[in-house]
T-cell receptor
Framework: EDQVTQSPEALRLQEGESSSLNCSYTVSGLRGLFWYRQDPGKGPEFLFTLYSAGEEKEKERLKATLTKKESFLHITAPKPEDSATYLCAVLGSARQLTFGSGTQLTVLP | DSGVTQTPKHLITATGQRVTLRCSPRSGDLSVYWYQQSLDQGLQFLIQYYNGEERAKGNILERFSAQQFPDLHSELNLSSLELGDSALYFC????????????FGPGTRLTVL
């Protein structure tokens, strides 16, 4: 059974204070690792897809990296509008997305 | 805006009732997925359809069923509703099923009283 564990559960940062979110996973036959951002009461918004260890992707202040056991979402100089819950999910050989419980990020002005 | 639409936005109903949630995928996407998100369970995969045919089943109760129509829109039917069915229900779509990214709709908030 595929499993995803995200840490920390919650993170409070000052504006401009860089940090990283962790996503540890076990999966049978990784087909992709996905990062989403979710605002309260809204649908998850796609951020990145990573397919193989060593891959990195960037978008504005966000950078996602992937190893064989975990993925990191690095947030550089965050702004209050980056506050949201960040979800990690894996797609394995069962071809079903398995989500972690998310990291709730709050960026204080 | 992901391009995935869901109706209604909110639904309030009573225990024992039946409701239907509707989803229209992004233009060109053939695959539709349904998810349930509750406070204590997180995002749980329910069922997937590809071009009208059921492709995968997750943690979907027997009281729940879904279908995908020839125009590719999908409906999720929830019957004999219980208090515990109160949740956000999301639809997602992708071009294919292999490794394609899933794009999520805005969700339907179901409240069972």
């Amino acid at each position: 059974e595929d499993q995803v564990t995200q840490s920390p559960e919650a993170l409070r940062l000052q504006e401009g204070e860089s940090s990283s979110l962790n996503c540890s996973y076990t999966v049978s036959g990784l087909r992709g690792l996905f990062w989403y951002r979710q605002d309260p009461g809204k649908g998850p918004e796609f951020l990145f897809t990573l397919y193989s260890a060593g891959e990195e992707k960037e978008k504005e202040r966000l950078k996602a990296t992937l190893t064989k056991k975990e993925s990191f979402l690095h947030i550089t100089a965050p702004k209050p509008e980056d506050s949201a819950t960040y979800l990690c999910a894996v797609l394995g050989s069962a071809r079903q997305l398995t989500f972690g419980s998310g990291t709730q990020l709050t960026v204080l002005p | 805006d992901s391009g995935v639409t869901q109706t209604p936005k909110h639904l309030i109903t009573a225990t024992g009732q039946r409701v239907t949630l509707r989803c229209s995928p992004r233009s060109g996407d053939l695959s539709v997925y349904w998810y349930q998100q509750s406070l204590d369970q997180g995002l749980q995969f329910l069922i997937q359809y590809y071009n009208g045919e059921e492709r995968a089943k997750g943690n979907i109760l027997e009281r729940f069923s879904a279908q995908q129509f020839p125009d590719l829109h999908s409906e999720l039917n929830l019957s004999s509703l219980e208090l515990g069915d109160s949740a956000l229900y999301f639809c997602a779509s992708s071009v294919d099923v292999a490794t394609d990214t899933q794009y999520f709709g805005p969700g339907t908030r179901l409240t069972v009283l």
